[in-house]
């Protein structure tokens, strides 16, 4: 009697699938810019003035990572989107950090598994562009959970 626990076999990874899954992540860097100037300018309260000026940077940071994905993007023939995931929005500067923590910590899942994506497909330069995306990210995640006043996640990889 054949199992019913055998996985489907995945299909090959093709430059056509690695422009959309970074068109995915050039969609969260979208999602990520428009969060950041929103909280940036709505964080009330002495407490959260530092974080506040925090994010302006970071909204400066993703914008970065959006040229270098769209410019990824163009390189492997495909068309960088333009609409971003949905920006989540709250009262509570509190809310506002762990969306923000959440996102990021989604983020570099999916980074590092772009990373390993681009190396099988021998898109190295790709890699590196992604490598030092995520070094700027993995700050951001040290930034949030230091300001939420908790230990920085360890998210791992994204399946």
Do not use: W
């Amino acid at each position: 009697m054949p199992s019913k626990n055998v996985s489907p076999i995945a299909a090959p990874l093709t430059r056509e699938k690695l422009v959309d899954l970074l068109n995915e992540d050039l969609a969260r860097e979208f999602q990520a810019i428009i969060a950041y100037v929103n909280y940036s300018q709505v964080l009330k309260g002495a407490a959260y003035m530092n974080i506040a000026a925090e994010l302006e940077k970071h909204a400066a940071e993703e914008l970065s990572h959006a040229i270098i994905l769209s410019n990824q993007i163009d390189y492997l023939g495909g068309m960088p989107t333009t609409v971003p995931k949905q920006v989540k929005t709250s009262e509570k500067a509190e809310d506002m950090l762990r969306f923000d923590l959440d996102n990021e910590n989604d983020t570099i899942r999916n980074y590092r598994r772009r990373v390993k994506q681009c190396d099988e497909l021998g898109e190295f330069a790709t890699a590196e562009h992604i490598r030092e995306i995520l070094l700027d990210e993995q700050d951001h995640q040290i930034a949030l959970a230091t300001a939420l006043g908790i230990d920085v996640p360890n998210v791992g990889i994204a399946d």
